[in-house]
């Protein structure tokens, strides 16, 4: 191989490099991370989705509100959305609810508190 070519071979691999680089290192720092985390506001009170929890959908409450994710820094951000918030059956509804379009398809989020799930969440979670 000539030079020439070793070297627009050398620069390509480093130009790809690069862009790999580039493209792997946005979006990942903490605070990305955390900007599109699953969660909605019901009744005053922000809750985070939980995820492994066996439970069983109770009765419909009203509408949850999920921000949107603003994971561009504000840029084309969406609007807000409304879900339909359902008691989840033996937990208060200030502790637990399920959010989604249907009984049949929910997510189960919970009121944190600091990075502690409450006790009577905790019973919930599937062991593995």
């Known amino acids: 191989m000539s030079w020439a070519k070793r070297s627009m071979t050398a620069v390509l691999t480093a130009v790809a490099a690069a862009s790999v680089a580039a493209c792997t290192s946005e979006g990942n720092s903490a605070e990305d991370a955390a900007s599109c985390v699953y969660q909605v506001t019901y009744h005053g009170r922000t809750y985070q989705d939980v995820a492994n929890v066996e439970f069983t959908v109770g009765s419909k409450l009203g509408a949850a509100t999920k921000p949107p994710c603003d994971d561009t820094g504000g840029k084309d951000e969406e609007p807000a959305t409304t ?37 009577e969440v905790k019973k919930l979670i599937a062991s593995p």
């Open 83 to 119: 879900e339909t918030a359902y008691a989840v059956d033996g937990i208060s509804p200030k502790v637990a609810i399920a959010v989604g379009d249907s009984p049949d398809d929910v997510h189960f989020v919970a009121v944190y508190s600091g990075n502690e799930l409450p006790s």
